[in-house]
């Protein structure tokens, strides 16, 4: 046995192990990064988009007596000459749109 490919694999493993960890204890199983992305795919099946934004930093939602942690994120899209914008919570450990609200500007 080659103790080169044993200690490439050690460390390959440990780093894998890390990088699980980090991903547990953080909580965060979405990137906001991967729920814009999400958002973003699910309104474009309505037709295309102007603009788009998230938060960062994940807040709590309460939705119909359930607690999420969520991104908080907003798309703009033109719709017949007219921008309509909305507002989308993302839960951040399973990527779902959780709710959707057309906003006034």
């Known amino acids: ?15 894998a192990g890390y990088v699980v960890k980090e991903q547990i204890s953080n909580g965060q199983g979405v990137t906001p990064e991967k729920a814009l992305k999400i958002a973003k795919e699910a309104f474009k099946k309505q037709g ?17 007596g359930i607690n999420y942690d969520v991104y908080r994120g907003g798309i703009s899209k033109n719709q017949d000459g007219e921008t309509s ?13 959780v709710d959707v609200a057309e906003t006034t500007a």
């Open 1 to 15: 046995m080659n103790w080169k490919k044993v200690a490439l694999a050690a460390g390959v493993g440990a780093l």
């Open 48 to 64: 295309p988009i102007s603009g788009s934004w998230i938060y960062m930093k994940p807040e709590e939602l309460n939705k119909n």
């Open 85 to 97: 914008q909305f507002e989308f919570y993302i839960d951040t450990e399973t990527g779902t749109i």
